[in-house]
């Protein structure tokens, strides 16, 4: 495919067992005007998200559908969704209804425009409700942890929203298949150098019995993720 006819946008879209909000994500992706592609990886679902991708799919010839043959988790998913993608810039997003695609305007302008190559959505600096305090407490302790590891100043290491040339993407070579994936491509796009420039992002946290899966626990992870690639990756 020529460089000309690249579309702006991939949008990798991780899907566990999200059947009850996957329409109306994909709707809110669609409704951004952006040139834009969508890779929607199902990893390995017990309910009917593949179904449903599979419907959409066939009515969407922007929607590319991967379904993984067991469930490896969500950085597998982002690495399987990064292979196919063709668009000049990636972004992340999960399939629920916690962060809001038209903030895509705001997060994609910097690289556009050719200011930065790298771009994080702050939820911290944003519009936010529902986030659990002992989970906001977390997420502040390791982006105080990132900060003092890497000379770095950013307010959110764990967002959702990580913007990017996908170049710079494949080049992180990603390797975590669960949420360690967060600190893992902070801690190389810090250590290949890039600034990381924030923007604020809106928030809807979602409670652990509408399907949330991040769990204070992952946070002890996450930091020996940051020691793994600080010091010896």
């Known amino acids: 495919m020529s460089q000309e006819h690249l579309p702006l946008l991939s949008v990798i879209m991780p899907c566990y067992n ?6 109306h994500i994909l709707e809110r992706v669609r409704a951004v ?3 834009k592609e969508i890779i929607a990886v199902d990893d390995y679902s017990s309910d009917n998200t593949f179904a449903l991708l599979q419907i959409e799919a066939a009515n969407d010839p922007l929607l590319r559908v ?26 992340i997003q999960d399939a629920d209804l916690e962060y809001d695609p038209n903030d895509y305007y705001e ?3 910097p690289i556009v425009d050719g200011r930065v190559d790298v771009v994080f959505g702050s939820r911290f600096i944003g519009s936010h409700t ?59 796009v ?3 150098g ?10 809807l946290g979602r409670t652990y019995e509408e399907g949330k ?17 600080r010091f010896w990756k």
């Open 130 to 188: 529902g986030m659990y305090f002992w989970n906001a407490i977390g997420n502040i302790g390791l982006t105080f942890l990132t900060n003092f590891l890497f000379n770095s100043w950013i307010s959110d290491m764990e967002t959702c929203y990580k913007v990017m040339r996908t170049d710079i993407m494949r080049s992180l070579h990603l390797e975590s298949n669960d949420f360690r994936l967060e600190p893992e491509i902070t801690a190389k």
């Open 66 to 91: 991967i379904r993984h043959p067991r469930n490896r988790g969500k950085g597998a998913a982002v690495r399987s969704g990064l292979t196919h993608a063709t668009g000049q810039i990636v972004i």
């Open 194 to 203: 890039h600034r990381i420039y924030e923007v604020p992002v809106s928030y």
């Open 107 to 109: 997060l994609v302008k």
């Open 18 to 23: 999200e059947a009850e909000t996957l329409p």
């Open 33 to 35: 005007e952006l040139d």
């Open 213 to 229: 899966k991040m769990r204070p626990s992952q946070g002890f992870y996450a930091i020996m993720a940051l020691l793994r690639y």
């Open 190 to 192: 810090l250590r290949q």
